[in-house]
């Protein structure tokens, strides 16, 4: 950008990748104090937070990615300028969008990223169910905290597929389906009598929610297909749980699941 070197690094990110090495004589370049924030492992820009966001509004979703990955923090004006300015994520392609949401998903633990995602605002544009999950409270304490349920599951499947599988890639469609399962539970909750809550049926209906927007972010159709059985089905092994299990019921359940039947596992233990 530009015709000098400080006018391309300005145009940047983020602090921290706004160095550069002049050659031939290794002279680090760092006009915007990115050595310090990465230091200190703080997300900064080196323009305002307003104008690097508008350069790419992607920019939003790689600082919460940063987050997950590298354990960073928000500063205050980046902070502020992610909740400020969310909406200008819908600008973006849904194929550069779902490339972002997939490497902060694949991260080692990305669930402080998951959260500044929601908190900023971002999530309602991206993933609007998850965001819905977030918003629904329960004062009275008649059921469990889906949304930070649902945080908690990403992080246990992920430990399960490491485990039972060390050293291999990670599945993003084990992390798709345990962080959107339980989507279906907003639009099903009904109060029966006596102040119990129920959920009937979030399981096919969450499915179906899961479908359309991972459609909508252009994922291929076999992660589609993959991560909407695994949500209908993650409740079929309490089906089992009041009576013996009979033989036919083991086959029915290992047929229905397929080839999903250990992403079932993961995601129902």
Same mark, same amino acid.
């Given at each position: 950008?530009?015709?000098? @070197?400080?006018?391309? @690094?300005?145009?940047?990110?983020?602090?921290?990748?706004?160095?550069?090495?002049?050659? #031939?004589?290794?002279?680090?370049?760092?006009?915007?104090?990115? %050595?310090?924030?990465?230091?200190?492992?703080?997300?900064?820009? #080196?323009?305002?937070?307003?104008?690097?966001?508008?350069?790419?509004?992607?920019?939003?979703?790689?600082?919460?990615?940063?987050?997950?990955?590298?354990?960073?923090?928000?500063?205050?004006?980046?902070?502020?300028? @992610?909740?400020?300015?969310?909406?200008?994520?819908?600008?973006?392609?849904?194929?550069?969008?779902?490339?972002?949401?997939?490497?902060?998903?694949?991260?080692?633990?990305?669930?402080?990223?998951?959260?500044?995602?929601?908190?900023?605002?971002?999530?309602?544009?991206?993933?609007?169910? %998850?965001? @819905?999950?977030?918003?629904?409270?329960?004062?009275?304490?008649?059921?469990?905290?889906?949304?930070?349920?649902?945080?908690?599951?990403?992080?246990?499947?992920?430990?399960?597929?490491?485990?039972?599988?060390?050293?291999?890639?990670?599945?993003?469609?084990?992390?798709?389906?345990?962080?959107?399962?339980?989507?279906?539970?907003?639009?099903?909750?009904?109060?029966?009598?006596?102040?119990?809550?129920?959920?009937?049926?979030?399981?096919?209906?969450?499915?179906?929610?899961?479908?359309?927007?991972?459609?909508?972010?252009?994922?291929?159709?076999?992660?589609?297909?993959?991560?909407?059985?695994?949500?209908?089905?993650?409740?079929?092994?309490?089906?089992?749980?009041?009576?013996?299990?009979?033989?036919?019921?083991?086959?029915?359940?290992?047929?229905?699941?397929?080839?999903?039947?250990?992403?079932?596992?993961?995601?129902?233990?």
């Amino acid at each position: 950008f530009g015709t000098s @070197l400080d006018d391309d @690094l300005v145009r940047r990110d983020f602090t921290m990748n706004a160095m550069a090495l002049r050659l #031939p004589g290794a002279v680090l370049v760092d006009p915007y104090g990115g %050595l310090d924030d990465l230091l200190s492992l703080t997300l900064r820009t #080196p323009s305002s937070a307003e104008v690097s966001f508008s350069d790419d509004p992607l920019r939003m979703m790689r600082a919460c990615r940063f987050v997950a990955q590298l354990g960073a923090s928000l500063h205050i004006d980046t902070a502020e300028a @992610l909740s400020n300015m969310a909406s200008k994520i819908q600008s973006i392609s849904a194929e550069r969008v779902r490339d972002e949401l997939v490497k902060l998903l694949l991260t080692d633990s990305p669930r402080g990223g998951i959260e500044h995602l929601v908190d900023s605002g971002l999530a309602e544009y991206v993933l609007p169910e %998850l965001a @819905l999950l977030q918003q629904e409270k329960d004062e009275h304490r008649r059921h469990k905290d889906v949304y930070q349920h649902s945080l908690t599951v990403v992080e246990q499947a992920i430990d399960l597929e490491k485990s039972r599988h060390p050293g291999e890639p990670a599945d993003v469609a084990v992390r798709l389906a345990a962080l959107l399962h339980d989507i279906g539970k907003p639009v099903t909750k009904k109060f029966e009598p006596g102040g119990q809550v129920t959920f009937h049926h979030h399981d096919v209906v969450g499915a179906k929610m899961a479908k359309k927007r991972l459609k909508a972010l252009r994922f291929d159709n076999a992660t589609i297909d993959k991560v909407a059985k695994v949500i209908e089905l993650h409740l079929r092994f309490f089906g089992y749980a009041d009576q013996g299990w009979s033989d036919s019921a083991v086959r029915r359940y290992v047929r229905d699941a397929g080839d999903e039947l250990e992403m079932l596992h993961i995601i129902t233990r």
